[in-house]
């Protein structure tokens, strides 16, 4: 019977050095996705159908998400536009008031006061403005998740998207 804990390396022993490495080995590579940003031509955007397998795809995945951010630079600035048209609107409609009984007649004042606080909920207005909210806050989310995957060429593509989108587009939404 050997009691010499010291010869017993590899035998599954805790304070085994060479059990200790291979334990924090396969912890920290156990299927876990690496942290870090890498450039792999291979990296999966948005499903693993959606996969470039060589540089040509890869190319085509970037100019992908130029655009895709560029259209979401501009539904954030044609949504801006609209609601400052929506508030024009609303500060030129006219407000009916109830009038003052005159000679058993009733009559109505035309006011051109403005109402103060929320706008009345309109049919022509309101799903529009949450339609265009859910498509920006959609878009938004596509492009994280893509540069979640920290792929260093589709970070580089959301923020050339986004930069373009801002140069063609964000004089309109202001």
Known sequence: MNHDHGSMTGSGDASSPQST??????????????????????????STA????????????L???IVLSIIYRALVAYKS????????????RSVILAGQFHDDKASADISTHEVR????????VDPIRALLSAL?????????????SLNVGYFFAVLIGVFLGDILFARYGH
């Open 21 to 46: 490495s291979s334990t924090q080995e396969s912890s920290s590579h156990g299927g876990a996705m690496a942290m870090v940003f890498q450039w792999a031509v291979e990296t999966p955007i948005y």
């Open 50 to 61: 959606f996969t470039p397998k060589n540089s040509g795809q890869y190319f085509g995945a």
């Open 63 to 65: 100019v992908f998400l």
């Open 81 to 92: 536009r609209k609601e400052s048209v929506w508030r024009a609107e609303e500060r030129s």
């Open 117 to 124: 606080g929320a706008t009345p909920w309109r049919w022509q």
């Open 136 to 148: 920006n806050v959609g878009l938004h989310y596509l492009l994280m998740f893509a540069v979640m």
